[in-house]
């Protein structure tokens, strides 16, 4: 297991879910609700890249990348150069969990859609997974 | 005096055969923007696409002079890949060539005018010769 650098393509469109704190709710005949509180990390968080009319060179580094996060059960890290550009250091911190420790794998596999001879647009959905 | 061309430079030939009584062509001609605006971007980008062409052209009806393309969507039955042309759009010694579908045909007749047909058209596939 290791850490691998997401491919320096700049994303066009991301959209991205802190996830949840681990709780446990329960709820009283009379309506009060009571939180147990599992966790002190959130987990599951969600970050969904587009990359709309890149070059098809950049969109098969993309699908290297899944092979290469699944192959040795790795996870992928975020930069500038990729996932969080664009972004202030702050928001990149999240954008990158680099300050929860979450674990960046792909939820689904990357979608690829052909637009143009050599071009294509891709869309990638990371999960933010909390490691034992 | 810098050589200019006027109405009367310009023609239209169809699958080889040069048409008669030709009021007025025109032709543009586009290039899709693919935007690769990236979110590290502070300008919207864009690369070249699909190319793609269209026109129309006005005939006088005087004798048979717009039959061969009134023919090819004015007609019984369904239209078919047969009713495409090669299509020729010339002024002087300059000419764009390229293969039609017509998508249009208008006739109109008035009082005290001379009838006259209307036509527009798809260019199909790439242009195959520009000489501007």
Redesign the interface.
Known sequence: MAAIPFPPV?????SYSPGRYAQSEFQSLNGATTILRLGSQRHESELSLDF???TDDNAALILASYDAQNIGDNWVQFD?SNGT???SAQLAAYLGETITGLRWRYADPPQVRS??PG?SSVTVKMRGYLDS | MAQFFSGKDGKVTVDGQQLGRIRSWSFSSSVEALEVTSLADVARDYTAGLKSGSGSCTAWYYGDAPVPLLSKVVKTGAATDADMVTMTLGWGDRAVTFKALLTSGEISCQVGEVMQANLSFNVCGDLAEVNL
């Open positions: 700049l994303p066009t469109g991301r709309d009319n890149i500038a550009a664009g972004a637009v143009f071009r």
